[in-house]
Nanobody, 122 residues
Framework: QVQLVESGGGLVQTGGSLRLSCEAS????????VAWFRQSPAKEREFVAT???????RVANSVKGRFTISRDNAKNTVYLQMNSLKPEDTAVYFC????????????????WGQGTQVTVSS
């Protein structure tokens, strides 16, 4: 079992930055691939970024060049650094863990946090 808690969301202006954190308890984070998804009211849950057990990363084209995912296994924490934020980035951001490396599919992830709200104002 893995319990995930996201933090770091908030309200920022267009062009601003936020750093989201995902802290895990239970099974060690090093055994899982970890990903960030986001969901806005009118859209399906959307893949944002994922990081492999060995540290390799994949990011969605919509955030490439602006968002960076990283992990610190010693702290059981995964981060999502978000720069150059746009109003379209407004969503609830979820941290999740699974076993399929580099997957962008919701079906490949098994443990989910409660989400943290990110709002980007015009």
């Amino acid at each position: 079992q893995v319990q995930l808690v996201e933090s770091g969301g908030g309200l920022v202006q267009t062009g601003g930055s936020l750093r989201l954190s995902c802290e895990a308890s239970g099974r060690t984070f090093s055994n899982y691939a970890v990903a960030w998804f986001r969901q806005s009211p009118a859209k399906e849950r959307e893949f944002v970024a994922t990081i492999h057990f060995a540290g390799g990363t994949r990011v969605a084209n919509s955030v490439k060049g602006r968002f960076t995912i990283s992990r610190d296994n010693a702290k059981n924490t995964v981060y999502l650094q978000m720069n150059s934020l746009k109003p379209e980035d407004t969503a609830v951001y979820f941290c999740t863990a699974g076993y399929s490396a580099y997957s962008a599919s919701v079906k490949d992830y098994h443990y989910w946090g409660q989400g943290t709200q990110v709002t980007v104002s015009s």
